[in-house]
């Protein structure tokens, strides 16, 4: 199964852009990049997610490796509300059978005001 | 749309007893999926169903039991509950990319 590395946690000022990086070396080719979060008491929601090419949401952006062996997952301005376990995650075949998510222990994002 | 709703909420289990943890989606997705979180941890995958009478296991299924019977619902059963299995039980559905979770239910066996 491949795996991903992330920091365990991460600091940030309010209102400042964030940068979560995460390593994926052992990547396939239709693994796709996805990130989740998890704020406090809450199940896991949607960031958004990329195969090859950076992409944008209202949420985030998501910047991928030429290599497609890091990522980095942009919030453009950081607010209080951002706090939370960021995880990223490959999509990948479990079992020959169906996708599932496979999550590790993310990293946790403080936000001070 | 409720989206994928879980009940109960909360429950204590004492050891040995069983419970039918609920799942239910209103999105029409094939995919659905149990989790557990247990404290400071991510969350290791139980089982999943890729569609009404097709489940498989995941990376912790010892304990559990599920079922799929319609494209809605996918409960969780639990057998002669043991302390392990204190947790946080999340559910979730998905059309094969993003996918959507519900609240949890955080179960005590004591």
């Known amino acids: 199964d491949a795996k991903t590395t992330q920091p365990n946690s991460m600091e940030s000022n309010e209102e400042e852009p964030v940068h979560l990086p995460c390593n994926h070396s052992t990547i396939s080719g239709t693994d796709y990049i996805h990130w989740y979060r998890q704020l406090p008491s809450q199940g896991p929601e949607y960031v958004i997610h990329?195969?090859?090419s950076n992409v944008n949401n209202r949420m985030a952006s998501l910047a991928i490796a030429e290599d497609r062996k890091s990522s980095t997952l942009i919030l453009h301005r950081a607010t209080l509300r951002d706090a939370a376990v960021y995880y990223c995650?490959?999509?990948?075949?479990?079992?020959?059978?169906?996708?599932?998510?496979?999550f590790g222990k993310g990293t946790s994002l403080l936000v001070t005001p | 749309n409720a989206g994928v709703t879980q009940t109960p909420k909360f429950r204590i289990l004492k050891i040995g007893q069983s419970m039918t943890l609920q799942c239910t989606q209103d999105?029409?997705?094939?995919?659905m999926y149990w989790y557990r979180q247990d404290p400071g941890m991510g969350l290791k995958l139980i089982y999943y169903?890729?569609?009404?009478?097709?489940?498989d296991k995941g990376e912790v299924p010892n304990g559990y039991n599920v079922s799929r019977s319609t494209t809605e619902d996918f409960p969780l059963r639990l057998e002669l509950a043991a302390p392990s299995q204190t947790s946080v039980y999340f559910c979730a559905s998905s059309y094969g990319r993003e996918a959507f979770f519900g609240q949890g239910t955080r179960l005590t066996v004591v």
């Open positions: 999105m029409n997705h094939n995919y």
């Open positions: 995650i490959l999509n990948q075949l479990y079992s020959n059978s169906g996708y599932a998510l496979n």
């Open positions: 169903s890729v569609g009404a009478g097709i489940t």
């Open positions: 990329g195969l090859t």
